[in-house]
């Protein structure tokens, strides 16, 4: 609806996972980094936390298009299956074609492709997205799983990303072999206020195109689009983090509310007051939306 308003190319502040737009704070840039060395140097389990919409998987998506050629993946995102589907899920998502499906022939598959691609001279690593929800037999899999290996070297590198509350399960005496076999570990934190700032101006610069690799003058007007450009003022950037907090799916859900006010109010000056305003109408959404769930199935 406020695209062609302000010059837009497409939405700055979806809620998607979309790397296009990953803004690479320190944080962020230390996480890939932490999980490109737990593959490339073969760690086996690596462990990635942080808070709900923090980022997680945008970087997952980041990370499997930065690896090489050489790196085989396969990406579980949404890990509500049992142990043996979990384990067909990622034996298909490989391209193994299984000739049975019972856990041992599963198994023995994904070593024989494993060492094939080892000597082949490739790596191979799976990505589970929201493994909090993996339940303790689950991540006892996965444990087994990263025993598939060489004398020399891990042949399958997993990496487990999800919220908080993964920390604490694998906490559990349970689960005690499976931590200590957790080589790379690391927690993303929110972004900083210094941060704020930059992260709303990356974002308006990629939808607007004025970020796109190639683009010269000739070929895109920049002096027009400055002038279509929302500008958010200080006040309205402190707003957004006293809101936020620094959490990445926070903001973009408020920044959008205040670009779609921004041109009903038929300005391009997002101010602390068009930030208020949204925030206390996201506020009341959510008690709304409280009283819905709280009152459904009630005669």
């Not at 979309?18 to 690596?46: C, N, T, V, W």
């Not at 399958?156 to 399960?169: A, D, N, S, Y």
């Amino acid at each position: 609806m406020y695209s062609a308003y302000y010059g837009f190319k497409e939405k700055p502040f979806n809620v998607t996972s979309d790397p296009a737009f990953l803004y690479l704070s320190r944080k962020h840039k230390e996480a890939i980094a932490s999980m490109s060395y737990g593959i490339q140097q073969r760690k086996g389990i690596i462990v990635l936390t942080g808070e709900i919409g923090t980022g997680k998987t945008t970087l997952c998506r980041t990370l499997l298009g930065q690896l090489d050629k050489s790196v085989k993946t396969a990406l579980v995102l949404n890990p509500c299956f049992s142990e043996i589907q979990l384990l067909e899920f990622i034996i298909q998502d490989f391209g193994i074609q299984a000739k049975k499906k019972n856990r041992l022939s599963l198994i023995n598959e994904l070593n024989k492709f494993l060492i094939e691609e080892s000597l082949a001279g490739n790596n191979a690593a799976i990505i589970i997205d929201e493994a909090q929800n993996l339940t303790a037999r689950q991540l006892e899999q996965i444990r087994l799983l990263s025993n598939l290996e060489t004398s020399k070297e891990k042949l399958l590198q997993i990496i487990l990303t999800g919220q908080p509350e993964l920390r604490e399960k694998l906490k559990s005496h349970q689960l005690r072999q499976l931590r200590q076999r957790v080589m790379v570990d690391y927690h993303i934190e929110p972004l900083d206020r210094s941060e704020i700032k930059e992260y709303v101006r990356h974002r308006l610069d990629i939808a607007s195109g004025r970020s796109l690799p190639g683009i010269r003058g000739e070929q895109f007007n920049i002096d027009a689009q400055e002038r279509k450009a929302p500008e958010f003022s200080e006040d309205a950037i402190s707003e957004i983090f006293q809101f936020s907090n620094g959490t990445p799916r926070l903001l973009n859900l408020l920044c959008d509310r205040a670009l779609l006010l921004g041109f009903i109010k038929e300005t391009r000056a997002i101010c602390a007051n068009i930030i208020r305003e949204c925030v206390k109408d996201i506020k009341t959404d959510e008690h709304n939306l409280r009283g819905i769930k709280e009152n459904a199935g009630k005669p």
